[in-house]
Structures are given as C-alpha cells and as structure tokens.
C-alpha cells in the first residue's frame, strides 16, 4: 500500500505590501497636515471695532501675552529684555517684520504698551492685534 503524503499549504501572510501601505499613508498624512504651533490659549478682549487683519501671505511673528503677563514668541516663553533680542534676529535671520500680538483681555496695559515699544524699536514695521468682534447693536 502506497502512502502519499498530502504537500502542506504554506498560509504565511506576506506582510510587505501591508507596511509598504501603511509608510504611505503616514508619508501622506505628514504631508498633507499643516504643523501649527501650539499655541497658549487666552481669552481676547472684545469690541465694536475688528482688528487689523494681517496679510496671510506675509509671514508673521506671532507674540502671545497670558492672563499672567508672561510672553510667548512662537509659542517660546521669553522675557521683555529678550524680547528685543529676538525680535531683531528674526528680522535679521528670515526677514519678517510683521508682529501678531494676542493678548489675554485681563493681560496689563502695563505689559502690552512696553511690548509695541520694544517691537518697533526692533524694527517690526507693522503690529497687529488680535480680538472679538462684538457689533454694535
């Protein structure tokens, strides 16, 4: 009596096409999605009038003033003697010289006037602000 032995299937999944696949949705995903800074949440103060809109094509500094006073450039704690500093050598290192302040609405007058004065001495030629719009009834 002749025996023959059945050949057993090989049932691997070939896992190459799988993570060849899976590369290319996280090459796409990396692309395709826009790296925002993480930016300090504060609370704009409101008012009647809009804020000055600030060209999307130039580039912008962004500066965020906290409801404690601290200051934030790009998302960097920095003091009001560095401020100047690093101010400056973003003008001089990528030529921007457009500055976004957002201010918490319970920031001081007493940090926010010292912050335009130290930007235009800088060399920022234009300051915005970001805040509400709340309409006149």
């Not at 096409?17 to 704009?44: A, C, G, H, N, T």
């Not at 103060?45 to 804020?51: A, D, R």
Request: aromatic residues 4%.
């Amino acid at each position: 009596m002749l025996i023959t032995r059945k050949r057993r299937i090989d049932a691997g999944i070939d896992m190459t096409p799988l993570i060849d696949v899976v590369f290319q949705l996280l090459i796409f995903l990396m692309v395709s999605s826009q790296f925002i800074k993480p930016d300090q949440r504060v609370e704009l103060p409101t008012g009647p009038i809009e804020s000055a809109v600030v060209d999307q094509e130039d580039p912008v500094l962004t500066l965020v003033i906290d409801s404690e006073n601290q200051l934030f450039l790009e998302g960097v704690e920095t003091s009001e003697e560095q401020l100047g500093n690093r101010l400056r050598d973003a003008i001089k290192h990528t030529d921007i010289t457009t500055l976004a302040i957002r201010s918490d609405e319970s920031a001081s007058v007493g940090t926010f006037l010292p912050v335009i004065e130290i930007a235009r001495e800088a060399g920022m030629l234009n300051i915005a602000y970001d805040k509400k719009h709340e309409p006149k009834d």
